[in-house]
């Protein structure tokens, strides 16, 4: 599914070195990692934001080492929300799909099935998203992110900024995605038990280096 | 019973005393305003503190001692004395009582425009004071608020010197109204030149980061550092007439800078540009830009993210920009003197009107130019604040 062979990369005095990692269809990866480990630098990388210097990274057997962000149908949902602040939270699930020429009708259909799977009925009609509670904006984050049916589904501490109730409230969701759809995630967090609720497979970094592969037993 | 004998005792004051260098009507107002002042002084001795008290005798004591010793004009005396007695209770309205009465007669010639400024300064102070505003920020604004004063002070002057009717009369000079129509239009293409160039510019000085960046931020100043009429030299010295650039110029489009519009609107570029460009660039700075890295993992191109996401998230900084490169532009002069007295812009005009026929008679156009300006202006703010503030300004 997702292969990555060897890639590394410099910036500055911090460096990703050597990574490789082979993961399966619909497998579930936590990688996880002290602060200034290099997680999210390696799933930026993943994501396109960063291209490497050496190394190759192959989505679905398609070499996407080089490719935009904009063209490795790649969902990236950060710590903070990042919800677009001009627009509501219909604008914002349907960003992505306008982009890959969803017809109104599938959009409207997409939409639908994500206010479903990700209970957003309550909110899915809220104009402004400075009012969504963190877990709320997070989920539409979320439904955002999975609107463009990504191949890969990479999380970048999704749950760090949040209460303890939506926390427990999203990871529950995020199991729920990940029964439902089948869809490969990268998860990367440094907290051990949101790690070990969700994994199939934790892998631990350190200094830009990948330490230990563990499945779950 | 005290009242009646303290009542008695003014009335013979005012019937020996005053009578002896007052006529007869102005000791009566005196009287009854005295009088007034009185009752309403013992009401105050039996209610308030004795603190209280004495600072409400100490402010009759300066009223009497600056408008009837010092100005020797007991009838404004009287009308003041009775305004301060019954407002006393009330801080707020004395304050502007204290302001009236300085304005009125302190800075005689010029009491409206001060006392407009000075009220709305006393309004805002009030309005901090209520909002238990820290005392250091009350002073700090206030300082500031001294360069307001200038500011303010000279642009109401001149908007109360005339009439309508003289404004009107200048209305109707077709050389004048041939000018501000040559200044909205030339001022409006600079600034949507500097607007197509100015926001990409802003935009990727604000994204990257290289070796050298330093020099095109002090690039982008320059305009604001160049002396304007050196800027006109410098642009008629590259492209005039007989210049190399300027022949080609005009033997090929048949433009010429020197005395036409174009030379206007590359003037007025070249000054007003900095203002948007850095209002954008901060504009753009502030957006997160994993904003845009989210808009790009969802399938945006680089493009449709600066025109969905980006702009529309600095729309607030851009016009601001807009309004401040308007401005300096419409009101550019110096260069246009040297590059292109004709066609004339309302400044210029202006300017040749002072030195054709003086002050009184350039005074009307400038007021018009004044009102013309400051209504776009308050338009343009409305626009930013209240239709695109709703829409895209959030934090």
């Given at each position: 599914m997702l292969e990555i062979k060897n890639i590394s990369r410099v910036w500055?005095?911090?460096s990703l070195k050597n990574i490789s990692l082979d993961i399966s269809p619909g497998e579930y990866i936590v990688l996880l990692g002290?602060?200034?480990s290099g997680k999210t630098l390696l799933l930026s990388t993943i994501a396109g934001v960063y291209t490497p210097d050496n190394g190759q990274i192959s989505l679905k057997g398609k070499d996407i080492t080089s490719l935009p962000p904009q063209k490795r149908f790649v969902g990236y949902v950060f710590q ?16 992505g799909?306008?982009h890959h ?16 799977l ?23 984050a979320l439904a955002r992110a999975l609107a463009i049916k990504p191949d890969l589904l990479l999380l970048d501490e999704p749950m ?10 999203i990871i529950?969701t995020l199991k729920h995605v990940n029964k439902e759809l089948k869809l490969t995630t990268i998860h990367v967090t440094h907290?051990?038990?949101e790690a070990k609720s969700l994994a199939h497979r934790i892998i631990t970094i350190k200094n830009g280096e990948i330490t230990v592969l563990k499945t779950r037993? | ?289 994993n904003?845009?890295t989210v808009s790009r993992t969802l399938g945006a ?95």
């Open positions: 500055g005095n911090f002290p602060s200034g903070k929300n990042y919800l677009f602040p001009h627009m509501s939270v219909r604008q914002n699930i349907i960003f799909m306008k020429g969803y017809t109104k009708k599938e959009m409207s259909a997409m939409t639908g099935y994500l206010r479903n990700l209970n957003l009925s309550s909110i899915l009609d809220r104009h402004d998203t400075r009012f969504l509670s963190g877990g709320e904006a997070q989920k539409v760090s900024s949040l209460d303890y109730d939506n926390r427990n409230s529950e907290d051990i038990t037993s | 019973m005290s009242k009646i004998i303290l009542a008695i005792f003014v009335l013979l004051l005012h019937v020996l005393l005053f009578s002896s260098f007052l006529d007869i009507g102005t000791n009566l107002v005196l009287l009854s305003a005295n009088l007034v002042t009185l009752f309403l002084g013992i009401y105050y001795y039996k209610t308030l503190s004795p603190i209280k008290f004495t600072l409400f005798l100490t402010g009759y004591l300066i009223l009497f001692l600056f408008i009837f010793a010092f100005l020797n004009s007991p009838l404004l005396f009287s009308l003041f004395i009775i305004l301060y007695a019954s407002l006393f209770r009330l801080p707020v309205l004395l304050g502007y009582l204290i302001i009236f009465i300085f304005s009125t007669l302190v800075m005689t010639p010029y009491w409206v425009q001060f006392f407009l400024v000075m009220a709305l300064f006393y309004t805002i102070i009030i309005g901090l004071y209520i909002k238990r505003q820290s005392l250091f920020l009350i002073i700090t604004f206030s300082i500031g608020f001294v360069l307001l004063f200038i500011i303010c002070i000279p642009i109401l002057y001149i908007m109360m010197q005339n009439t309508p009717q003289s404004i009107i009369t200048s209305i109707k000079d077709p050389k004048l109204i041939e000018a501000i129509k040559n200044s909205l239009l030339t001022s409006t293409i600079s600034t949507i030149i500097v607007l197509i160039f100015g926001v990409p510019l802003a935009y990727a000085m604000a994204r990257i980061e290289f070796p050298g960046k330093k020099i095109v931020e002090s690039m982008i100043d320059l305009p604001i550092l160049v002396p304007q009429t050196v800027a006109g030299i410098a642009l008629l010295v590259i492209a005039g007439p007989k210049t190399p650039l300027g022949d080609f110029l005009s033997s090929t489009f048949n433009i010429s800078i020197a005395g036409s519009y174009v030379g206007i609107i590359i003037a007025q570029v070249f000054v007003s540009s900095p203002f948007l460009i850095r209002s954008a660039i901060s504009a753009f700075e502030l957006i997160d830009t904003l845009e191109s680089n493009l449709s993210t600066f025109f969905k996401i980006s702009i529309p998230l600095a729309l607030g900084g851009i016009f601001n920009g807009i309004i401040l490169t308007w401005s300096r532009a419409i009101s550019e002069v110096g260069s246009l003197m040297v590059i292109a007295y004709y066609p004339k812009t309302a400044p210029v005009y202006l300017y040749d009107q002072f030195i054709q026929y003086g002050l009184s008679e350039t005074k009307p156009a400038a007021i018009l130019l004044i009102i013309t300006c400051l209504w776009i202006f308050i338009v343009l703010r409305w626009i930013r604040y209240y239709p695109i503030g709703r829409k895209f300004v959030r934090n």
